[in-house]
């Protein structure tokens, strides 16, 4: 089939896309942002197109000679008022799907029981499915609670913030219920309704195995972790308040933080059981697999390189700290890793390597945490760029600790170290 992503730059769409091509299908993706794809290794296998389902204008490139859609769309990001923005945007796409005449809707939204009183990012994300379903298009409409997964907003909340505290501070809702599914599992549930006729025009509640509250999945998350946790309840902390410190100490921005933990404040579990039956091949994975596989995602080459080709990023991603930067130079790639290795720390020892493409090095030293240092050559008719990021993954308090004392220190080294290449790697060439 031609199916179309959308919201192609998320977590979802990335795990999503490869599966898809896997399987033979051609892919387009829409996105507002498409450069955001390119890192992707997957990228020059898909049709990419611009686009934004509040400018209607935009979809039809995108839509023609598509059979199925998936719509992975949502609009945290943008803060107050978002909510009208999302009903907004599904209705464009609605009838923008119905007018190319689309055969088939998958949508991904939240879990929660409609019936009682929710927070606004919830029941935004049930209006949003009901909205879609006005249109003259079949919808299948999965809800999904915790997403566990490395790269998943409510997976790395667990990590980032079970790995920092000692002790916990958490409001109330924290003993709430929820049912979490492995990102394994809600790809199984996307990819079969594919090819299931019966699942159309229905909606599925979907979770793994376990019921238990959020306190439980951040403990059971430090067992793993090997960290002894405890938590301090605190009766009332503003949602505001609760989005700050998220944004500040996870990968996650601290808009989409607010709205998430607003959601938090309800049971999300599995009241309907329908998607069992109509897709019964999905072998439901529980907490601690669908946690230890995520964690052996913590390595370099198993993340999804996300972040832009500017030269200079840092950011938190996927449990590591990354340090990205990048120069430009009239050097062969030759001549750089002849430099590299001549000014590569001590402490480093080679891990991958790809003759005068890229250099995977890993920090022997004993730290909290886990650190690597990455070089790549990127070259064009008129240059080559040196591509050089650090890698630290943290390993409890300390961790943190050691990371944000020395980041200062960190920055000037690694420029040097990178200016230190080029100047090299001239030398080398004369």
């Not at 008022?81 to 005449?101: D, H, I, P, S």
Request: charged residues 20%; hydrophobic residues 40%; proline residues 6%.
């Amino acid at each position: 089939m031609r199916i179309l992503v959308t919201g192609a730059t998320g977590y979802i769409a990335s795990r999503l896309i490869p599966q898809l091509l896997d399987r033979g299908h051609e892919v387009c993706a829409l996105a507002r942002h498409p450069h955001q794809i390119g890192p992707r290794n997957w990228s020059a296998q898909i049709s990419i197109f611009p686009g934004d389902v509040l400018n209607p204008a935009s979809l039809a490139p995108a839509l023609k000679d598509v059979h199925t859609a998936y719509y992975l769309i949502h609009n945290m990001s943008l803060g107050h008022g978002y909510t009208r923005v999302e009903l907004r945007a599904a209705q464009n796409f609605a009838k923008a799907a119905e007018e190319a005449g689309v055969k088939h809707i998958i949508y991904l939204g939240g879990l929660a029981d409609p019936e009682q009183h929710l927070a606004p990012h919830m029941r935004s994300r049930i209006e949003t499915g009901a909205t879609l379903r006005k249109g003259s298009v079949p919808v299948t409409e999965f809800r999904a609670s915790v997403i566990i997964g490395s790269g998943s907003i409510s997976f790395e909340m667990i990590r980032f913030m079970t790995e920092l505290f000692p002790v916990i501070p958490a409001p109330a809702w924290i003993k709430h219920k929820s049912q979490p599914i492995a990102i394994q599992n809600v790809i199984e549930y996307l990819l079969a309704a594919l090819d299931n006729p019966d699942g159309q025009g229905q909606v599925f509640e979907i979770g793994g195995p376990d019921i238990t509250t959020y306190q439980n999945l951040m403990s059971r998350y430090a067992t793993l972790r090997g960290l002894k946790r405890r938590f301090l309840i605190l009766p009332y902390i503003p949602a505001w308040f609760m989005a700050l410190g998220i944004g500040l100490t996870t990968p996650v921005p601290r808009r989409i933080a607010q709205a998430l933990t607003r959601a938090l404040s309800s049971d999300s579990v599995v009241l309907h059981h329908d998607a069992l039956k109509i897709f019964p091949k999905t072998n439901l994975i529980d907490f601690e697999t669908a946690a230890k596989d995520a964690l052996s995602h913590l390595h370099p080459l198993r993340i999804e390189r996300v972040w832009e080709t500017g030269k200079h990023k840092t950011l938190k991603h996927e449990g590591f700290f990354i340090d990205h930067r990048q120069i430009e130079v009239g050097i062969a790639p030759e001549k750089i890793f002849a430099a590299i290795e001549n000014l590569m720390p001590s402490t480093f020892v080679v891990e991958t390597a790809r003759a005068n493409q890229s250099l995977l090095t890993r920090s022997m030293q004993n730290i909290p945490g886990e650190a690597w240092l990455e070089w790549r050559t990127d070259q064009d008719e008129s240059s080559t760029r040196i591509i050089q990021t650090c890698y630290f993954a943290p390993r409890g308090t300390g961790g943190f600790l050691y990371w944000y004392f020395l980041q200062p220190f960190c920055k000037i080294y690694l420029q040097r170290l990178l200016s230190s290449i080029g100047t090299k790697a001239l030398r080398v060439r004369a």
